[in-house]
């Protein structure tokens, strides 16, 4: 099917289509968003556009103006100097409890690494729509995958970004697996971003009054994949998102984001900018182990995030998520008993991460009904 027949109906056409053959027919096309651009549409297709609800909220919040600002952590001599060690321990602790969500700098990754793994990506998302077909897939057991939108047939609206996959531990794929547009640096990447996961492992555990190595005996990162995502131009932003309001089902998320800038945390029930800084990593804790969460049993916060869409472009990031969903671990995930007491009862049963995952995956990225509400123990707030 080209794209020219791929029949979508613009924002602009009658109420009446069907949005299951719209959602088929882009589907099928295997092109993703970037085949909707380059077939060069001026008005973006009915699936992607908001419900009524959501717009003028979207469009208030994207147009306020916050001075609010992340917390910026130097993670420069975490390991040399006890003393450094304890500012930086103390100063996630804060952003963990209060945001969810800090960028890190000083965090011993280079910035050839860095910028050689969004350049990579660029190429991958950037070839011929028959090269990225080959891996077009929504079978997320797949170890190297291409899709747009996970979430496409759940979701209340379609989000404005493609995605390629690559699922890295604990079973990485063949280097002939990975597509030659980023084959090597998606390797060196994984290997370094893996390093700097297991340092802020440490941090969290020790901000969380725990051992060092508490969160990495307990298995929690003993499994990453990453997700790259491809956010092109779009010629109706104020209709749409990059990426609806969600938490992430994963311990953390260690995301690399260019320069163009889009992505907001929900603080304090506002929506706050998380500006592009030259060499830093976003971090934000996910739904099994962040400070409203799971683990932590709502001592750390796990951080609500989005990405608006802009007509500027393409934003490109990359999410490396550690999680064992793909991993065949029948390790229980609960509320650490180490920080229960009478006082501090655990508000959520345990759970299994693949049937968490299950079930945030069932709803949708955009549900109103957070995926952890499941997992509450009864009568527990």
């Given at each position: 099917m080209s794209d020219a027949n791929m029949q979508l109906s613009s924002s602009k056409n009658e109420p009446n289509n069907d949005r299951q053959k719209e959602l088929e027919a882009f589907d099928e096309s295997k092109a993703g968003v970037k085949g909707l651009v380059d077939a060069g549409i001026v008005k973006i297709p009915s699936i992607f556009v908001l419900p009524t609800s959501e717009f003028s909220s979207?469009?208030?919040?994207?147009?306020?103006?916050?001075?609010?600002?992340?917390?910026?952590?130097?993670?420069?001599?975490?390991?040399?100097?006890?003393?450094?060690?304890?500012?930086?321990?103390?100063?996630?602790?804060?952003?963990?409890?209060?945001?969810?969500?800090?960028?890190?700098?000083?965090?011993?990754?280079?910035?050839?690494?860095?910028?050689?793994?969004?350049?990579?990506?660029?190429?991958?998302?950037?070839?011929?729509?028959?090269?990225?077909?080959e891996y077009y897939t929504r079978d997320d057991s797949k170890k190297v995958r291409f899709v747009s939108n996970y979430d496409l047939y759940q979701a209340k609206a379609a989000n404005w970004r493609d995605t390629v996959y690559f699922l890295m531990e604990p079973d990485a794929p063949s280097p002939e697996e990975i597509p030659e547009a980023c084959r090597e640096i998606v390797m060196k990447y994984s290997a370094e971003v893996k390093t700097l996961g297991l340092n802020l492992f440490e941090l969290l555990s020790e901000a969380l009054g725990l051992e060092p190595n508490h969160l990495i005996d307990i298995d929690c990162a003993k499994g990453h994949f990453i997700g790259c995502h491809y956010y092109p131009a779009c010629p109706e932003p104020h209709l749409t998102l990059g990426i609806s309001a969600h938490t992430d089902p994963a311990f953390i998320t260690i995301l690399l984001q260019d320069h163009i800038g889009g992505l907001q945390v929900r603080y304090e029930n506002q929506w706050v900018d998380v500006p592009p800084i030259p060499g830093a990593f976003v971090v934000n804790l996910g739904d099994l182990l962040q400070s409203a969460q799971l683990i932590s049993n709502n001592k750390f916060k796990s951080a609500e995030h989005r990405v608006l869409a802009k007509c500027i472009g393409p934003r490109i990031s990359l999410a490396c998520f550690f999680s064992t969903r793909f991993s065949r671990l029948d390790r229980l995930y609960g509320p650490l008993k180490e920080l229960l007491s009478d006082e501090n009862p655990p508000l959520y049963r345990e759970v299994l991460v693949r049937d968490y995952v299950a079930h945030y995956n069932s709803k949708g990225i955009d549900d109103d009904i957070p995926a952890l509400d499941l997992f509450r123990l009864q009568g527990r707030k």
């Open positions: 979207v469009k208030a919040d994207s147009d306020a103006v916050c001075n609010l600002e992340v917390p910026v952590i130097n993670l420069k001599d975490a390991r040399q100097d006890v003393i450094r060690r304890k500012e930086i321990i103390k100063a996630i602790q804060q952003a963990s409890e209060e945001w969810g969500l800090f960028q890190v700098v000083d965090h011993g990754m280079s910035s050839d690494v860095m910028s050689e793994m969004i350049e990579g990506v660029r190429r991958f998302h950037e070839h011929s729509k028959e090269v990225k077909m």
